[in-house]
């Protein structure tokens, strides 16, 4: 099983959506079962919330649920059980750097360029296809 987390700021619009696009993805591949997926921040702002209303419309208007998510900030134990652990841009790293081990091998930019806060951009869709690029990505790489 290949266990992957994604991070982001406050683990209510980009990290769920990582998660719930990668969930999706694997499920209609009949891959579900090879993967253990989640996400959560770097920063404490946010806990105990659930996705952001426009993330979680954005997830809706592709067919994805993202029903019964928390926002949580990340551990230490977080890097000792997941395998893979995936950045939205440099901010999340340089938070990262502080909480866990500095490891590129684990710790890797979900895309080539930062992804979009769409908390700040309003752009929703943009932030969608920059992940699901990242996803399909990962799907190539493990499934």
């Not at 921040?41 to 208007?61: D, F, H, K, N, T």
């Not at 091998?105 to 080539?112: E, F, N, V």
């Not at 360029?113 to 920059?130: I, K, L, N, Q």
Request: charge should be neutral.
């Amino acid at each position: 099983m290949v266990k992957i987390l994604f991070i982001c700021h406050g683990n209510i619009c980009r990290s769920p959506m990582g998660e719930f696009i990668l969930k999706d993805l694997a499920g209609r591949a009949g891959v579900a079962g090879k993967f253990e997926i989640a996400s959560a921040a770097v920063s404490r702002e946010a806990l105990g919330c659930g996705v952001y209303g426009p993330a979680r419309r954005e997830l809706a208007a592709h067919g994805i649920a993202c029903e019964g998510h928390c926002a949580r900030q990340v551990t230490r134990a977080d890097y000792e059980h997941f395998d893979r652990i995936y950045y939205m841009d440099s901010s999340n790293l340089r938070n990262l750097k502080r909480i866990l081990p500095d490891n590129p091998d684990k710790i890797r930019p979900l895309c080539p360029r930062d992804v979009a806060d769409p908390w700040y951009t309003g752009d929703f869709e943009s932030a969608y296809r920059d992940i699901l690029s990242g996803c399909e990505k990962i799907m190539e790489e493990f499934a």
